[in-house]
């Protein structure tokens, strides 16, 4: 890894990408109990993305980490990290940022994963801006990628209602004397709540067994209203932590890129920073909560359509298992 002089880091580069199946609230009521009202009233999705047979989240992370890598001038040769978030990999090992270093043909250079679900992406934002801070990389590439579909109960519409598939990506360069720079992040964690959002089977404390497969331990389980009633709150309040850090109020962001879970939740949060809904970049409605690929996924969209600038400040916030959440502020 090279040595260098610390710095603050810049996003150079964005990327995404959804499969192309779509799956409609329309298309879920032929399978689960509930209509496409009840799912928009109470969520506001409409649809969401679903992978294709035979497709793994490290293609998806792929697809994304390339358009970055295209978009920021940066060959994957080039790479001193790769951050992961996801909760959705492949395999249980190796990382899927392993995988992904692999097929980008990337080289040695430290690749991990990290687990903080939907907060996954800013986490490794955080992460990877840290390394550049401190002089030890110069490019990083940080990926959300998330392939829900496999590991929900198809059965139980309380979760197969919000989830989606999908990937994005940034890439991480040291920033210039003047322009965009990352300009603060916040990360936390309470693990009280780490039953409320979690896939009990699978891992070490209950080995998946034939009966536990058969009861769906091996999928998504969620206690909504737990999760309801702290991301309002959090998320507000780790909002206001990154932007007090990076020296700004709410009325000076551009833009808010929120984690996509819920058009309530949203909406609350925008009340309580007391800013208009327009400033907030939402997709929820095509795409579901697509969890850590979430903001990369809107902010590359809102990058490319021409809606965030540069020079514009962008306000990033996101909750999601453990309970993790995580809030970040950058200049574009």
């Known amino acids: 890894m090279p040595s260098l002089q610390p710095t603050a880091s810049r996003i150079a580069g964005t990327g995404a990408y959804v499969p192309e199946t779509v799956l409609t609230n329309d298309d879920l009521s032929r399978r689960v109990d509930t209509s ?31 358009s970055a890598l295209a978009a920021a001038g940066v060959q994957a040769s080039e790479l001193d990290m790769i951050v992961v978030g996801t909760i959705s990999a492949d395999m249980p090992l190796p990382a899927c940022a392993a995988i992904l270093q692999q097929k980008l043909g990337a080289g040695p250079c430290p690749a991990f994963d990290v687990a903080a679900a939907c907060a996954g992406f800013v986490y490794g934002l955080s992460i990877g801006d840290s390394f550049v801070r401190q002089g030890s990389a110069r490019r990083v590439l940080v990926v959300g990628v998330e392939l829900l579909s496999r590991v929900l109960n198809w059965a139980d519409r309380t979760t197969c209602v919000l989830f989606g598939d999908g990937a994005g990506a940034a890439v991480l360069v040291p ?16 693990g009280n709540f780490a039953r409320s959002l979690y896939i009990p089977g699978g891992g070490s404390l209950e080995p998946l067994t034939p009966e536990g497969i058969a009861a769906a331990r091996d999928k998504v389980h969620m206690i909504g209203s737990d999760i309801f009633k ?30 996509q879970a819920n058009l309530r939740i949203i909406s609350q949060v925008a009340s309580r920073l007391e800013l208009p809904l327009d400033r907030f970049v939402i997709d929820i409605d095509r795409y579901g909560n697509t969890s850590s690929a979430s903001i990369p996924i809107a902010l590359d969209e809102a990058v490319r359509d021409g809606r965030i600038q540069p020079g514009h400040s962008v306000l990033m916030c996101a909750l999601g298992a453990g309970i993790s959440w995580a809030s970040a502020v950058v200049r574009m």
Do not use: C, K
Request: glycine share 8%; no cysteine.
């Open 36 to 66: 496409d009202e009840w799912i928009r009233e109470r969520t506001g999705i409409r649809e969401r993305r679903i992978a294709r047979d035979g497709e793994a989240a490290s293609d998806m992370a792929l697809a994304a980490a390339r």
């Open 175 to 190: 920033a210039e004397e003047s322009g965009g720079r990352v300009l603060a992040t916040r990360l936390y964690t309470d």
């Open 230 to 259: 702290v991301a309002v709150r959090n998320l507000t309040q780790a909002s206001r932590d990154a932007l007090e850090l990076a020296g700004l109020t709410p009325g000076e962001v551009d833009w808010v890129v929120p984690h």
